[in-house]
């Protein structure tokens, strides 16, 4: 079924909208909530949570990328789940991902002195923009979706140490073009 038509759906309050999008993004949203957290039970609570927010969010949200809209749903269902299991504990996966963004990303506090969240949504969009569609599916599978270098090389046909080399070379060129734009990173 088109997206456009499982929107309608979820906008008509139909029940067989969570059924449409389960068909269609289960699969994705459990790669997604898998990645996140260790526990398959886990994951499974988080892509149900997610499938509760979308029933939230659609109306009034109208999103014109289902695929994107219920990845991010799933994404911070998952991290939200994570928080929740891990407060006193930190997840050291997430820490490891995002230690890697470290030295091309600023920091949260320098941002919000510098830029809105938004603007650097607005050029980190711009960047994956520039690149070709390998590299930014490669990007974005790594640091959205968390996706593991192995399940990476072999989706891509690589090794895994070309698939770190390429990482790099994508956080150097980001870090980059950050600073162009006058982002201290």
């Known amino acids: 079924m088109e997206d456009e038509r499982i929107v309608k759906l979820f906008w008509e309050r139909s029940q067989e909208a969570l059924a449409q999008t389960q068909q269609k993004y289960g699969r994705l949203l459990r790669r ?34 289902l ?26 996966r997430s820490d490891l991902l995002f230690s890697e963004l470290d030295e091309c990303i600023p920091s949260r506090e320098d941002t919000a002195a510098r830029l809105e969240e938004r603007e650097l949504a ?3 969009n711009r960047w994956l923009g520039t690149l070709d569609g390998d590299s930014r599916r490669l990007f974005v599978r790594r640091y959205f979706y968390q996706d593991g270098l192995e399940a990476l090389a072999a989706d891509f046909g690589l090794t895994k140490h070309n698939v770190s080399v390429r ?8 870090k980059g073009c950050l600073e162009k734009e006058g982002v201290a990173v």
Do not use: C
């Not at 695929?67 to 050291?92: M, V």
């Not at 990482?167 to 980001?174: D, E, F, I, M, T």
């Open 32 to 65: 997604v909530a898998g990645n996140i957290l260790e526990d398959p039970r886990d994951a499974e609570e988080a892509v149900s949570d997610a499938y509760m927010r979308l029933w939230n969010a659609i109306p009034p949200e109208r999103p014109q990328n």
């Open 67 to 92: 695929t994107a809209f219920a990845a991010k749903l799933g994404r911070n269902a998952a991290f939200d789940l994570a928080r929740q299991k891990h407060r006193k504990k930190r997840d050291d």
């Open 122 to 124: 607005a050029l980190i």
């Open 167 to 174: 990482l790099y070379r994508l956080r150097q060129g980001l």
